[in-house]
């Protein structure tokens, strides 16, 4: 499902865009329409954030344009399918200051801020693989996938604190059982982001290492066979 991280061998450039947010999958519910600010504000972190993107796009296999915006008090990340005109066939990622200020406090080593791109970057995996899931279980099977890639960055990147990424999205759970945007509860995510870590340390005990398209199969599996409040 995910490739072994690879060092920066190449600057990728941060791309811009002036989002609508329309079809979008929030990391913790709806959004408004965001200014872009395009970076972080800090050099140092926008180039580690670029070797995450570096990773992520080789791990999931797509390019999504990624920015920065002022999410205020909200503390939200999503996913569009909106994209900058022949350079981002596969939408946008972005990622709230205010949310990534936040994680970057709760974690060592910053870790929960891959977590959440992994989740953002998973909903693009799911657009592009034509997967037509409702909400919660679209929610949870981009956090199957990104359980998945926090295995193997653990396993070649020492400095992730995993636990810390699991309980990130356990606390981003809800209880809205009705809502438009529930996500899945506690529970529910960090069973999905769990089982999608072990799923990849399991067959990586085994000598095989997951294709996109069979931990892609193995997600949406996961989400739509078993009881998932």
Same mark, same amino acid.
């Given at each position: 499902?995910?490739?072994?991280?690879?060092?920066?061998? +190449?600057?990728?450039?941060?791309?811009?865009?002036?989002?609508?947010?329309?079809?979008?999958?929030?990391?913790?519910?709806?959004?408004?329409?965001?200014?872009?600010?395009?970076?972080?504000?800090?050099?140092?972190?926008?180039?580690?954030?670029?070797?995450?993107?570096?990773?992520?796009?080789?791990?999931?296999?797509?390019?999504?344009?990624?920015?920065?915006?002022?999410?205020?008090?909200?503390?939200?990340?999503?996913?569009?399918?909106?994209?900058?005109?022949?350079?981002?066939?596969?939408?946008?990622?972005?990622?709230?200051?205010?949310?990534?200020?936040?994680?970057?406090?709760?974690?060592?080593?910053?870790?929960?801020?891959?977590?959440?791109?992994?989740?953002?970057? +998973?909903?693009?995996?799911?657009?592009?693989?034509?997967?037509?899931?409702?909400?919660?279980?679209?929610?949870?099977?981009?956090?199957?996938?990104?359980?998945?890639?926090?295995?193997?960055?653990?396993?070649?990147?020492?400095?992730?604190?995993?636990?810390?990424?699991?309980?990130?999205?356990?606390?981003?759970?809800?209880?809205?059982?009705?809502?438009?945007?529930?996500?899945?509860?506690?529970?529910?995510?960090?069973?999905?982001?769990?089982?999608?870590?072990?799923?990849?340390?399991?067959?990586?005990?085994?000598?095989?290492?997951?294709?996109? +398209?069979?931990?892609?199969?193995?997600?949406?599996?996961?989400?739509?066979?078993?009881?998932?409040?």
């Amino acid at each position: 499902m995910v490739c072994k991280l690879i060092p920066v061998s +190449a600057i990728l450039v941060l791309l811009f865009l002036n989002s609508r947010s329309q079809d979008c999958s929030a990391i913790g519910g709806s959004q408004g329409q965001p200014e872009n600010l395009g970076t972080s504000g800090n050099p140092q972190i926008d180039q580690i954030i670029i070797q995450e993107l570096q990773n992520l796009s080789k791990s999931f296999g797509v390019h999504p344009a990624f920015y920065f915006f002022d999410d205020g008090t909200a503390h939200n990340a999503f996913s569009t399918s909106e994209s900058l005109k022949d350079f981002s066939a596969d939408g946008t990622v972005v990622f709230g200051r205010g949310l990534h200020r936040d994680q970057i406090a709760r974690s060592q080593w910053g870790t929960n801020v891959p977590i959440i791109l992994a989740h953002e970057f +998973a909903h693009t995996v799911a657009r592009k693989f034509q997967l037509d899931l409702p909400t919660k279980q679209n929610e949870l099977f981009a956090d199957y996938l990104a359980g998945g890639y926090m295995y193997y960055r653990n396993r070649d990147f020492r400095t992730t604190d995993i636990q810390s990424a699991f309980q990130a999205f356990f606390n981003m759970g809800d209880n809205d059982f009705t809502g438009p945007d529930h996500h899945g509860t506690p529970e529910s995510r960090s069973r999905c982001i769990r089982q999608g870590y072990m799923d990849c340390k399991n067959a990586d005990a085994a000598g095989h290492n997951f294709t996109l +398209a069979e931990g892609v199969q193995l997600g949406q599996a996961f989400v739509t066979t078993n009881d998932l409040p």
